[in-house]
């Protein structure tokens, strides 16, 4: 809890300074938006898309070059439903804070291309059983960090832009993940990845 509070202050404070903080050459502004996210790999069986929330600010240096340096730091509240019965875990929720560094090409005025790492930090993790509203069990066993490749399309309006991308985690998440009241079985130490697409927009 400490750290979600953290994390929305944090947020609150960037917002705060992104409004009006535009030069010709970089800008500072701020993103939100809605994510699709599920988790691969082959430790947890019969994943389903879960939808989640995006919000942060974003640093955009030499935007009007060719080549420039997108930034970004958000939290983003994404993980994956499964399909397993009233007695299997339905849900895994996971809230991270992200920070990611792309470069980016400009198409042309308005568009704009980003690709790069990512780095994310876990602060809370969540699994569910069945139909349950509560979660069943806090503090799962996935890494605390998680990095992986982000990419973004972004076209820049005069007041507000769109962006659509996606991030993929590259390293196995699973640090020691076993339930072992719910089904299917678990604790093989098998892979587990993040995928989640984002469809928002920057101010």
Same mark, same amino acid.
């Given at each position: 809890?400490?750290i979600l509070?953290?994390?929305?202050l944090s947020?609150g +404070?960037?917002s705060t300074f992104a409004q %009006? ?7 500072l502004?701020?993103?939100t938006?809605?994510?699709i996210?599920t ?5 947890l069986?019969?994943?389903?898309? @879960?939808? %989640?929330?995006?919000? %942060?600010?974003?640093y955009?240096?030499?935007q009007e070059k060719a080549?420039s340096? =997108?930034?970004? =730091? ?10 397993? !019965?009233?007695?299997g875990y339905?849900?895994?929720? #996971?809230?991270?804070?992200d ?5 980016a090409?400009r ?8 690709? %790069?790492?990512?780095?994310? =930090?876990?602060?809370?993790?969540s +699994?569910? @059983?069945?139909?349950q ?5 806090n *503090?799962?066993g996935m890494?605390? #960090?998680d990095? !992986? &490749?982000? $990419? =973004?399309?972004?076209i ?7 962006? &659509?991308?996606?991030?993929?985690? #590259?390293?196995? $998440?699973n640090k *020691?993940?076993?339930f072992?009241?719910?089904k ?19 101010f």
């Amino acid at each position: 809890m400490r750290i979600l509070v953290l994390a929305i202050l944090s947020l609150g +404070v960037l917002s705060t300074f992104a409004q %009006g903080a535009k030069t010709n050459s970089h800008k500072l502004g701020i993103k939100t938006s809605i994510n699709i996210s599920t988790l691969l790999g082959n430790e947890l069986q019969n994943p389903r898309p @879960k939808f %989640g929330y995006t919000a %942060g600010a974003y640093y955009h240096i030499n935007q009007e070059k060719a080549w420039s340096l =997108y930034t970004e =730091y958000a939290a983003s509240f994404r993980g994956s439903r499964f399909s397993n !019965g009233d007695t299997g875990y339905s849900k895994i929720a #996971l809230f991270y804070l992200d920070f990611a560094a792309m470069p980016a090409y400009r198409l042309d005025n308005k568009q704009t291309l980003s690709f %790069g790492p990512y780095l994310s =930090y876990l602060g809370l993790s969540s +699994v569910f @059983k069945g139909e349950q509203q509560k979660a069943y069990l806090n *503090d799962i066993g996935m890494r605390p #960090l998680d990095t !992986g &490749i982000a $990419a =973004y399309y972004t076209i820049q309006g005069t007041v507000v832009g769109f962006q &659509i991308g996606g991030k993929l985690g #590259l390293a196995n $998440a699973n640090k *020691d993940i076993s339930f072992e009241d719910l089904k299917p079985a678990t604790g093989s130490g098998g892979a587990i990845r993040s995928l989640s697409l984002e469809l928002g927009m920057i101010f």
